[in-house]
């Protein structure tokens, strides 16, 4: 019997166009492999929005929100995101793709 590969998606996230990020938030959730885990780096975002999404969508078990107090830009968000995978495989996912 072969076994799934676990994924790791990491996005970093800097106040994105809420309906972008909604969206974006939605195409992951319907995935058919149930074998993930989402890693959202939150860039020091201050639109309250944002935040709220955040808050509700770390509800799920399968998403880790990670909070920099600081905005250090994609890499340094990136880079956290890679230090806290648990997956055999990562991808990376843009916060309004």
Request: contains cysteine.
């Amino acid at each position: 019997m072969t076994s799934v590969p676990f994924f790791s998606i990491v996005t970093p996230v800097f106040n994105p166009p809420i309906n972008a990020f909604l969206e974006c938030i939605a195409s992951v959730s319907q995935q058919t492999c149930n074998d993930w885990e989402w890693i959202l780096v939150d860039d020091g975002s201050n639109d309250p929005e944002v935040i709220q999404v955040l808050d509700f969508i770390e509800m799920n078990p399968q998403v880790t929100v990670i909070r920099r107090e600081v905005n250090g830009g994609i890499v340094a968000a990136s880079n956290d995101g890679f230090n806290a995978v648990r997956g055999e495989f990562i991808a990376l996912l843009d916060h309004d793709d």
